[in-house]
């Protein structure tokens, strides 16, 4: 894995900065741009914009890592190639796709469907932007095969039928994943990575494979119930439990991966890249915090951490490292609010609003393609999210959607039918949730399309009294203001 580590070294001497020069990790430097690592993270429920944030900062970087999640994420970046405007939906690939000097790294706490990915790469690539030679997977990431996507499809036709909470999940198989692997069941890229050329291994990973599946097929028989699973479905499982089938897949994706020694010791190589190189990582969230397992609204979350916390479990960089350097979180919030799947959400809007503010928005999945529910800002969910990860700053996106509006509302507490308000955290028992008054503050409106301006002092006098409220009642520094979806479409605000 070393050895590797310095071939990775000719690799950047042939891009932008060298891996070459040692560095003393204890100096720091100054905050973004300059920070050694920062991360992007979202502070709502997904989707606040942090793939455009991410592609906009990603050339100061040098690698740029995901820690968890699959492709349940989307990110949609915008760039124009030759003139031509171009849209890209990804979902596990980082968002320094598109800049070529950058690595890009999924780290041990993320959970990947290899055929998703390759896709993405065939995408990025297809544009004529390098991307399998730029791109790093941790040996400890585990795999989600096929199967585990369609038992997660089945289990949520199984509980619409009211068996149990339905979740709206992604369909990805993230959820099946996380579960195996903490019942240490779960198969890790670095078991099938080199089986194209090492029949022990071959025979070795065989093994694990087989007992997985009959493992699933004892498990989940009850959904090939024809009450939630199709005939298509049924021909799927069918297809998904062969091993030879899955043997023949994972034989061809290894030797693709090894022929661009995608696949290495992770946790190594960043913590050289910190201490030995001084190198920038720039690390993107996935999700949102509050569909944290932990912290968010249980059990409509997903199944990994989404916290800043996270990164130190999902790429294996210890906390008192992150002391020693520059280390800067920057959180990502919507000037409104959003969350696809089911779960409370205190502030969200009747269906008349709510669907006026989803098209004016365009608040349509990357992933699923699903309509997101839409609602006013939420502060005390904000405040929350800020405690479990002390952002140094937030980018605001989207500012531009709520041009139009006669006025904006901030949601600034809850009122729980007990009479308790409630101003910096959510409610931990979700049947709160029921009777539950949002206290709002009302501010005046602006009409103006607001997409051309640059400058925080140009904005109308109302847009720039919303964006100083939201800093004074959650305490957190806005830097950026988003007012459009392209990557120049951004307001740097100084103070
Ligand atoms: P899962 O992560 O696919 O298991 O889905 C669990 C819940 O998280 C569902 O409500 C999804 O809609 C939601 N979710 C997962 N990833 C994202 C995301 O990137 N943006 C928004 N919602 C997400």
Redesign the pocket.
Known sequence: MKDFIFEKQKFFSSIKRQFSKPWDYTSKRSHYPNSQVTLVL?SQ???EGKGKLVDQIANEYDIICRFN?GN???HSVVTTINGKKIKLGLHLFPCGALHENTVNLLGNGTVIHIPSLFEEVKLIEDIGINALSRLLISSHAQIVPDLFQLI?GLEENEKSLGVAKK??????G??VTYAMEKDRIGLRVGDFYGIHNDVIQKMQFEEQLSSLIRICKGRFNYLLDPKFCSKEDRRKWDEYTNIKRAMDRYTKYSKILSNHNTVINTMDYLNDAIKKFGKKILIEG???VL?DTEYGTYP?????CTLSAGICTGLGIPPRLLKKIDFNVIGVAKAYQT?????PMATELPKEENTEMALKGGEF?V??G?Q?RCGWLDIVALKYSHQLNEFDQLILTKLDILSGYDTVKLGVGYRLKNGQTLHKTIPIDNSNYDDLEVIYETLPGWKEDITGIRSFEDLPINAQNYVRRIEKLTGIFIRWIGVGPDREETIEKLH
């Open positions: 979202g429920w997904g989707d999640g349940n994420a989307g997660d979740i709206g999940t992604t369909r990805k993230i959820g996935a999700n949102g569909l409509y979350v997903t199944s990994s969350r696809v799947g089911e779960g999945g992933t699923t699903r997101r």
